[in-house]
């Protein structure tokens, strides 16, 4: 399927699981996703159409099949836990023959996704974003359960820790143009000056050198608290140009205190920032290479919970039953990546626990 990403899709069921103690009831599996439906309902190698986890159903389409009930606010498809086995998508019946089919804009069905929120200046005066087209977003990683096969025991990965905080990216990129000003300034040497500080969420720029800075945020906070800015343009400074290139972004969480919270502060009283990726000069850079920048620049990094050959039992370990330290929150979940940092394979592998803990306070997804 081209949409690793998609949450409503045509497959065929690979397996049927007795429930124990439950005679009316049975597990069906699709891929990495599993569903109760009633007994004998359905058999391996039937052709359905599955719904997943934070899929948004059209009010029409959700009466039509009846499955209304069993979504949570927003008509939002959710994970539930029953007789001791999670159940973290809808399976349908369909009409179509083709298997893999991404059927989200046919039957009009989306992925949910955090409404950005409307932001301006500490004045009260709206202003047009100007986005630096070399600011990238971080690359959307599918969910494991949409791609069961992603990793083979043949592969090397690393597997660290999901943090569930507010996404940021803080860069020295090129800009997007120069000023008359910047233009006298490369004439007389400076070799640094068609490069600026940018920072923000996975959506939003929240500022720039060039482009002033809203009121403090979170993202700023955590800049000036582990001096990102100053790190970043000292590494930069160190090197040539050339190897620079379009520029370097940080990818990372900005987690604790007042984020997701009070349910989901990770028993922090401040705010933190992990970082998780980085990008050079358009391309992410592997595991070794990333943790040998970040320590040169003393930043936090995610912590590295497994590394060697792809055991998915070890990897379930990571996951399942996995709380915030002294807390009775469970964790988000986990990212696998392969070693080398090819972005063809690394996939989330996330705590049905959470997702259920996350329904129940309504723990926001922001990004």
């Known amino acids: 399927m081209k949409n690793n990403d998609s949450v409503c899709y045509t497959s065929k069921i690979l397996n049927i699981e007795p429930i124990p103690n439950a005679d009316k009831i049975e597990l069906a599996v699709i891929g990495g996703w599993k569903s109760i439906v009633p007994k004998n309902s359905l058999k391996v190698g039937d052709l359905v159409l599955c719904i997943t986890t934070d899929a948004v159903i059209p009010q029409e389409f959700g009466e039509k099949h009846g499955i209304l009930n069993y979504l949570r606010k927003g008509n939002r498809v959710r994970t539930v836990k029953l007789r001791g086995v999670y159940s973290d998508c809808i399976i349908l019946p369909t009409s179509e023959q083709e298997e893999d089919l991404d059927m989200m804009e046919t039957l009009g069905i989306f992925k949910y996704q955090e409404p950005e929120k409307i932001v301006q200046l500490p004045n009260g005066r709206r202003i047009k974003q100007k986005d630096n087209p070399n600011f990238n977003k971080y690359y959307k990683f599918p969910n494991i359960k ?11 990965v690393v597997v660290t ?34 490069y600026e500080y940018v920072y923000g969420s996975h959506n939003v720029i ?17 800049d000036e608290k582990h001096k990102i800015k100053e790190k970043l343009w000292n590494f930069v400074k160190n090197q040539n140009p050339e190897t620079v290139g379009s520029g370097i972004i ?9 984020v997701q919270g009070e349910k989901y502060s990770y028993n922090l009283k401040d705010r933190q920032a992990i970082l ?4 050079l000069d358009k391309e992410y850079i592997n595991r070794d290479h990333f943790e040998f920048l970040i320590d040169s620049m003393n930043l936090p990094k995610t912590k590295t919970l497994y590394r060697g050959i792809y055991d998915r039992n070890a990897i379930d370990f990571l996951v399942n039953n996995q709380f915030i330290e002294n ?3 469970p964790h988000e ?9 090819d972005r063809s394979k690394i996939a989330k592998f996330i705590n049905p626990d959470y997702l259920i803990f996350s329904e129940k306070y309504e723990i926001p997804e922001n990004h």
């Not at 949409?146 to 090397?156: G, L, R």
């Not at 998780?276 to 990008?279: H, K, L, R, V, Y």
């Open 250 to 258: 940080l990818y990372g969480e900005v987690y604790g205190q007042g």
């Open 146 to 156: 949409n791609v069961p096969d992603i990793f083979s025991t043949k592969d090397e």
């Open 161 to 194: 820790r999901k943090i569930h905080g507010s996404n940021g990216r803080w860069g020295i990129v090129k800009k997007s143009g120069l000023s008359f000003l910047d233009r006298i300034k490369k004439f007389f040497g400076n070799r640094w000056i068609e």
């Open 276 to 279: 998780f990726d980085i990008e």
């Open 327 to 329: 807390t009775k929150s």
């Open 206 to 222: 929240k500022g720039s050198d060039s482009n002033g800075f809203y009121s403090t945020d979170i993202w700023e906070e955590v």
């Open 333 to 341: 979940g986990i990212v696998v990546s392969h070693i080398s940092g």
